[in-house]
């Protein structure tokens, strides 16, 4: 009989990764509106927390209420337990925006104006933007037999109005919606002639409470409420009946806005007897709701920092350095065939990817580029480069994940712009998402004759593997490691990938990669035993792994025997963990730390000290059931003893020595934030890298 593996709760996992990120919020030392933009984050996080994991949850409770988590609760049980931690933390995140943050704010210049505060100019302004900018785009429902509840769009803002009197039909409603559509702006600057602050806004909700009355004319308005109803957005596309994904999936994405609702968010003022008719209506428990003081949509305020332009309030700005020179009439392929290139971002420029890519769309000799698109933008000068090279005559073959979740529509609309222009478009495999960052170029060269030898034309194949997504924006936000290389040997295995991808056939053994569904879970699992047995031997052994998330359960068992053996450890997790750290006769040699700053942490690295030889990889893979065995995923080898010692310093050494922002986490699941000794210096992880490569 197989013993339990100690597991902690996903969800709750989820929630501590939150509870983190608030704390960057809660941070007297963090810039007044990062600490903004940190509660935007939290509350952004949480909108897909409940869109996906409470959602699964629920559906849980429907099928069977004793099914069990993996951590051994039961579902009904896991539910109670989650929800409760949900409250906490949304009742904390409103309590920080509304007693310290907005105060501050107001305080330092930036004054939120609610209707009870203008002045008869402001008003006189604010009733104009409302006639002329919103009325044209509001449709007012009165519920009554012919006009039942309106189904609401998942996370749109709308208003339940209270009504009294009799319309010009005669009737009597009692009830109205007003749903505000997305194209509307949730906030809103006042002019500066109007304000005696530097910088003022007005939430769309201020507009709705003070004119809400004139969409019902004849009619006395006696209350108007905000509230926001999230619904499951997993899309629901059955693998057996497909035959064009990208048809399959344009069927199905208008109803995500329309799924079963899983959260009802009011404000403090709905009455319970409205409070009682939405749970209703949406078919939801009274824990299900969740009422808050201030606007439901939090997540819109994160175009405030934007729009004010006060530098000490955020944090300093850093420009990525432009890493690779390349010497007069150098071309970047001919340097990148010379010496392998790693690039660390946002630290370092993501022009050199774009440069690649716009090279190899002009340079006659290419004959090919191949590339894997995960994110990457609505606007993207990928995307362009692609087509350029496409439009040059080039052979493009562009892997489009249309299952990025979130991202489905901006993919089929690349995915026709590819395909519009000449290039070849494929899903990669149904049921394993492509989360694989590959780009590969294919060049004619010549090799030129010497002594006896006659000079010839070979193809030689350039590529760049990275951690991230091909996403200029997210690259100079999120950390993430690129490699550009001309090793031929693992452009070789590039090119099997790609012939997995885009045509059908049996499983090729690589030379360098590791690849998911097929090998990589095996691989980590024998690097990890590798590393028990030298420790029972008495040899020097080491553990090092960074990633976003560890919730895979055998691998979570090979670490535990890993420690029992004595290996050193040392895991940066930034999201959920369900690995117990320092459990005595557990996992005593194992410690996890997240980081939390600036940059998102976002790299996958795995080390193993292989008796000195140091087996460094790179990956887009976070150590979870879906990326080792749904998804196309590969993790990549740096063999060039320079840079493999770079990535160790950039990727653990530095994060290691944070004893100012880093999260211990302890054998519970909760996490301890590492304080600075009396009279030391703070050691901040990011800083040292921005330091280290920035200038």
């Not at 002009?362 to 993207?380: C, F, M, W």
């Not at 020097?540 to 560890?550: C, E």
Request: aromatic share 8%; with cysteine; charged share 25%.
């Amino acid at each position: 009989m197989q013993t339990k593996i100690p597991l902690l709760n996903r969800e709750l996992g989820v929630l501590e990764f939150n509870s983190r990120v608030l704390a960057q919020a809660e941070d007297p030392k963090t810039p007044l509106l990062e600490r903004l933009r940190f509660v935007c984050i939290v509350s952004s996080n949480m909108d897909e927390f409940f869109e996906i994991r409470m959602s699964g949850i629920k559906e849980q409770l429907k099928s069977s209420s004793k099914n069990k988590t993996p951590d051994g609760l039961q579902i009904t049980d896991a539910y109670k337990v989650v929800t409760a931690q949900a409250h906490d933390l949304v009742a904390r995140k409103y309590r920080l925006l509304q007693e310290e943050i907005i105060p501050k704010l107001n305080k330092e210049g930036v004054g939120f104006f609610t209707s009870t505060q203008w002045t008869p100019a402001q008003r006189a302004w604010a009733k104009n933007f409302f006639h002329q900018e919103l009325v044209p785009l509001l449709t007012p429902i009165a519920l009554d037999p012919a006009h039942p509840f309106p189904k609401v769009i998942n996370k749109s803002l709308n208003f339940f109005v209270t009504l009294e009197g009799e319309d010009s039909f005669g009737r009597k409603p009692k009830l109205a919606v007003v749903q505000a559509p997305r194209s509307l702006p949730r906030v809103v600057p006042m002019p500066k002639h109007l304000c005696d602050q530097p910088f003022g806004f007005v939430l769309l909700s201020s507009f709705m409470q003070a004119f809400v009355p004139e969409l019902f004319q004849g009619m006395t308005v006696t209350g108007c409420h905000q509230f926001r109803v999230t619904r499951n957005s997993d899309l629901f596309v059955s693998e057996d009946d497909i035959t064009d994904l990208r048809e399959a999936l344009q069927g199905e994405l208008p109803t995500r806005h329309l799924g079963d609702a899983v959260r009802l968010e009011i404000t403090a003022d709905m009455p319970e007897d409205l409070t009682d008719y939405l749970l209703k209506v949406e078919s939801l428990n009274r824990e299900d709701c969740y009422q808050v003081n201030g606007p439901v949509n939090l997540v819109r305020l994160v175009q405030i920092p934007d729009l004010v332009d006060i530098p000490k309030f955020k944090f300093p700005s850093h420009q990525p350095t432009q890493s690779v020179e390349l010497a007069t009439g150098e071309s970047l392929l001919d340097k990148i065939s010379r010496e392998d290139i790693l690039l660390h971002h946002p630290y370092q420029s993501f022009d050199p990817v774009l440069k690649m890519l716009k090279e190899a769309a002009k340079d006659p000799n290419v004959l090919a580029i191949k590339q894997t698109v995960y994110r990457t933008g609505e606007q993207s000068l990928v995307m362009d480069a692609l087509m350029e090279a496409a439009r040059n005559g080039k052979e493009v073959t562009v892997v489009v994940e249309l299952l990025a979740r979130f991202d489905e529509q901006t993919n089929i609309g690349w995915a026709a712009k590819l395909e519009a222009v000449g290039a070849h478009v494929v899903y990669g495999v149904v049921g394993h998402k492509c989360h694989a960052k590959m780009l590969l170029v294919v060049r004619k060269e010549t090799i030129p004759a010497e002594g006896r030898r006659k000079a010839k034309t070979v193809l030689k194949r350039y590529a760049h593997l990275g951690t991230g997504n091909y996403h200029p924006r997210t690259a100079r936000l999120y950390s993430d490691f690129g490699l550009m290389t001309a090793n031929q040997d693992i452009c070789e295995d590039m090119h099997h990938v790609f012939m997995q991808l885009t045509g059908t056939g049996g499983r090729v053994p690589l030379k360098h990669l590791w690849q998911s569904p097929f090998t990589m879970h095996e691989e980590l699992i024998a690097h990890i035993r590798e590393e028990a047995r030298a420790a029972r031997a008495g040899r020097k052994a080491r553990i090092m792994a960074k990633m976003n998330a560890l919730l895979e359960p055998t691998i979570i068992a090979e670490l535990y025997k890993a420690s029992q053996a004595g290996v050193k450890i040392d895991l940066v997790i930034r999201g959920v963990c369900a690995l117990q750290p320092g459990v005595p006769g557990l996992s005593e040699n194992i410690k996890v730390r997240s980081i939390i700053g600036k940059f998102l942490e976002h790299h996958r690295i795995y080390y193993f000290y292989a008796d000195g030889e140091e087996t460094l990889y790179l990956s887009s893979a976070d150590w979870m059931d879906r990326n080792l065995f749904r998804r196309v995923e590969v993790a990549f080898p740096v063999l060039d003893k320079k840079l493999k010692a770079r990535v160790i310093k950039e990727g653990f050494q530095i994060l290691l020595k944070d004893n100012a922002t880093a999260w211990i986490m302890n054998g519970d699941g909760k996490y301890t934030q590492t304080k600075t000794r009396a009279g030391a210096t703070p050691y901040i992880g990011q800083k040292e890298l921005v330091n280290l490569l920035c200038h």
